[in-house]
């Protein structure tokens, strides 16, 4: 069995539509479907329709119950722009009761190997940032304070795309299928073969310029279009 992993699309359904041809026999999203983007709709709608399974983002919680994100300050007035003049503009009653609906962390069973699916970290599901060059054993802690030190989790957030161990705990971050902010400019995904019990780490290029297009027309204010097309990478 072929199980796609993706995560952090944030409205970009142009990057989603080459997601959508990736050959699979399941599909499972960690998270941050909308915000920043200019299809938060169509986003959750196809993601809805594909994805076998789902948890939250910190940006899903912020939209279906009006909240704020607690992104990094460094994104978070634009966060706070986008949410209020596309996102919540957009999603009608059906969207938003499907993301109130998502849980914030599931564990489920590949073919006999357990994975714990969460966008932030097991200690903080929503918000918690695991970055490859700063773990500790605080990050690796239940919400009832019980320490762990096993298992494989599957995480979002962060942007960045790894995989490694952390002691006996693997860790592994599809990175974003919209919005990339590590070393590469293009989107990305994973690909594990529960046969092989291996993964691919896959990145893919799409049609920027549509994007770019929808994006001058939608917002209108200079300052925001500008930082939204630099976040995107669309220059």
């Known amino acids: 069995m072929k ?3 993706f995560s952090d699309v944030h409205a970009n359904m142009y990057a989603l539509k080459e997601i959508l041809k990736v050959d699979c026999d399941k599909a499972i999203f960690l998270g941050d479907m909308v915000d920043y983007g200019t299809s938060p709709v169509e986003t959750v709608e196809k993601i809805r329709e594909i994805a076998d399974y789902a948890v939250m983002g910190n940006h899903d919680y912020a939209a279906a119950f009006n909240k704020d994100c607690l992104c990094s300050q ?3 007035e634009l966060s706070v722009f986008t949410r209020k003049n596309i996102t919540l503009k957009e999603l009608g009653k059906n969207e938003l009761n499907y993301l109130q609906k998502l849980p914030d962390y599931m564990e489920i069973d590949l073919d006999g190997v357990q994975f714990n699916l969460v966008h932030g970290s097991p200690t903080d599901h929503l918000y918690g940032y695991l970055y490859p060059w700063k773990l500790s054993a605080a990050m690796f802690t239940s919400l009832t304070g019980r320490s762990i030190d096993e298992g494989t989790f599957v995480v979002g957030h962060t942007h960045h795309q790894f995989l490694l161990s952390f002691g006996h705990i693997r860790i592994i ?21 529960s046969k092989k019990q291996s993964f691919e780490m896959n990145r893919f290029r799409y049609d920027t310029s549509a994007f770019k297009k929808e994006l001058l027309e939608k917002v209108s204010d200079e300052f925001h279009r500008k930082k939204l097309i630099e976040l995107f990478r669309l220059t």
């Open 3 to 5: 199980v796609l992993f």
């Open 74 to 76: 460094e994104n978070h």
């Open 173 to 193: 971050n599809p990175g974003s299928a919209g919005q990339p902010r590590d070393d590469s400019p293009y989107p990305s995904y994973v690909v594990y073969d």
